[in-house]
């Protein structure tokens, strides 16, 4: 046993970790005074050390030489994890990347406890893979073994669901009936549990967790949806080319849409068979543009320009998109409406899943008194209304959206490993 351990969310978009000490409880600074760190990295071309979250992606953005990478979490569990990747010029496995990333988050913690760390509770979605149990252990199993290969000893998993309810249920009074609604970049995960701040020491939880679903659709879906109706038509998507008028490839606006595969776009072979496309394209003004993007390897600032389109979109009724890094003075106005249609299907499958927990667990939607929202993609008008109607009778508790999850593995971590 010992009196010093951690909890570490390693998500999707953004990341965190929380040390328990002694019975205190706390959330462990990254970057600056900033708990969560958005989970980017970046190798500099000549250099042997990476840079991280925010840091990552301003070097990138600067157009500094080097090779950007995020969403790393995605990979897990997937045929792409064995692959591995080139940076700079040479061959590096994910999982050393991964587990870089995680150094940087270990030596902080380390540094704020004046201490080693060597007892970690690891946060996992409900589902690392939808519907396939094998690529599910798998992905547990990959990053154990980087937990492993960072220094931890010893090393346990929670939901991440159920890590964001130990976080809110230090602050509850009497017994609640609550579902976990945790949405983030890359997963949609929900628990039914009870909650007391009387149950805050048990370190057995299995009576009080009633059932656990979840799906693998987080914002960084949403941010697909939103550019493939939106951005790729005015990048040439659905457009046409050559004699027989057929449509162009799609594959290239689907990669250039997601955050896991825009790297894979920069080959030779794409921008020279793009090149040829354009001759024979029937818009060359949009068309060309997806081969500017490819010559100038920009489809990440693309992307992060959609991604901040969504958030403008949270408060507005109306943005208007500014991608003058491809061309000058091109910008794109888009409503919430669109936006909100691209989606739809995504929030239903979401709010199937949440309709489904509470099925498991055995109780009526009106029977819950608490909703915890957790994770930056609930903070989406669209969710928001669909939760608030899957539950009118409960209360909404959505404070520390980006850091609950971390703060309640730590939580955790004291139960099952502290003395």
């Known amino acids: 046993m010992t009196n010093i351990s951690c909890g570490i969310d390693f998500g999707t978009s953004n990341s965190s970790i929380a040390v328990a000490n002694n019975g205190n409880i706390s959330l462990v600074p990254i970057e600056g005074t900033s708990v969560t760190i958005p989970s980017a990295i970046f190798y500099p071309y000549k250099e042997n050390i990476p840079h991280y979250g925010k840091a990552a992606i301003s070097m990138f953005f600067e157009r500094k030489e080097g090779r950007f990478m995020r969403s790393l979490k995605r990979v897990l569990g997937t045929s792409v994890m064995?692959?591995?990747?080139?940076?700079?010029?040479?061959?590096m496995k994910f999982e050393k990347i991964i587990a870089e990333?995680?150094?940087?988050?270990?030596?902080?913690?380390?540094?704020?406890?004046?201490?080693?760390?060597?007892?970690?509770?690891?946060?996992?979605?409900?589902?690392?893979?939808?519907?396939?149990?094998?690529?599910?252990?798998?992905?547990?199993?990959?990053?154990?073994?980087v937990a492993r290969s960072v220094g931890f000893a010893h090393i346990d998993f929670q939901f991440e669901p159920i890590a964001a309810a130990f976080a809110h249920e230090v602050k509850l009074s009497g017994e609640k009936l609550a579902i976990v609604v945790?949405?983030?970049?890359?997963?949609?995960?929900?628990?039914?549990?009870?909650?007391?701040?009387?149950?805050?020491?048990?370190?057995?939880?299995?009576?009080?967790?009633?059932?656990?679903?979840?799906?693998?659709?987080?914002?960084?879906?949403?941010?697909?949806?939103?550019s493939l109706a939106a951005v790729m038509p005015e990048l040439g998507y659905k457009t046409t080319y050559g004699?027989?008028?057929?449509?162009?490839?799609l594959k290239p606006y689907f990669d250039l849409s997601e955050w896991s595969k825009i790297n894979f776009l920069y080959t030779t072979k794409m921008v020279v068979q793009t090149r040829q496309m354009l001759f024979q394209s029937h818009d060359k003004t949009r068309f060309g543009r997806l081969l500017?993007?490819?010559?100038?390897?920009?489809?990440?600032?693309?992307?992060?320009?959609?991604?901040?389109?969504?958030?403008?979109?949270?408060?507005?009724?109306?943005?208007?998109?500014?991608?003058d890094?491809?061309?000058?003075?091109?910008?794109?106005?888009?409503?919430?409406?669109?936006?909100e249609?691209?989606?739809?299907?995504?929030?239903?499958?979401?709010?199937?899943?949440?309709?489904?927990?509470?099925?498991?667990?055995?109780?009526?939607?009106?029977?819950?008194?608490?909703?915890?929202?957790?994770?930056?993609?609930?903070?989406?008008?669209?969710?928001?209304?669909?939760?608030?109607?899957?539950?009118?009778?409960?209360?909404?508790?959505?404070?520390?959206k980006l850091s609950s999850v971390g703060l309640g593995l730590a939580y955790d971590s004291q139960n099952k490993f502290g003395r």
């Open 243 to 249: 004699d027989k008028r057929l449509e162009v490839p």
């Open 325 to 339: 890094f491809i061309e000058n003075s091109f910008s794109i106005q888009i409503k919430r409406k669109l936006f």
């Open 341 to 400: 249609d691209a989606i739809r299907e995504e929030v239903e499958k979401i709010s199937d899943s949440a309709r489904q927990c509470v099925q498991e667990a055995g109780v009526k939607r009106e029977d819950i008194d608490l909703v915890i929202l957790t994770g930056g993609t609930t903070e989406v008008p669209l969710v928001q209304q669909e939760f608030k109607l899957l539950f009118p009778n409960a209360a909404i508790a959505d404070e520390n």
């Open 101 to 145: 990333f995680l150094i940087n988050l270990k030596a902080k913690a380390e540094s704020m406890a004046g201490q080693g760390i060597e007892h970690v509770v690891m946060g996992r979605p409900v589902h690392f893979v939808d519907n396939d149990p094998e690529a599910d252990k798998r992905a547990e199993a990959e990053l154990r073994e």
């Open 182 to 226: 945790d949405l983030g970049g890359g997963t949609s995960d929900f628990t039914v549990i009870r909650l007391s701040n009387q149950y805050v020491h048990k370190t057995d939880r299995t009576s009080d967790i009633l059932a656990n679903t979840g799906v693998r659709i987080g914002g960084n879906d949403f941010d697909k949806d939103l």
């Open 82 to 91: 064995k692959q591995g990747t080139i940076i700079n010029g040479r061959p």
């Open 292 to 323: 500017r993007v490819l010559e100038q390897e920009s489809g990440h600032a693309l992307l992060a320009s959609v991604e901040d389109t969504k958030i403008a979109l949270t408060e507005q009724a109306e943005y208007n998109a500014s991608f």
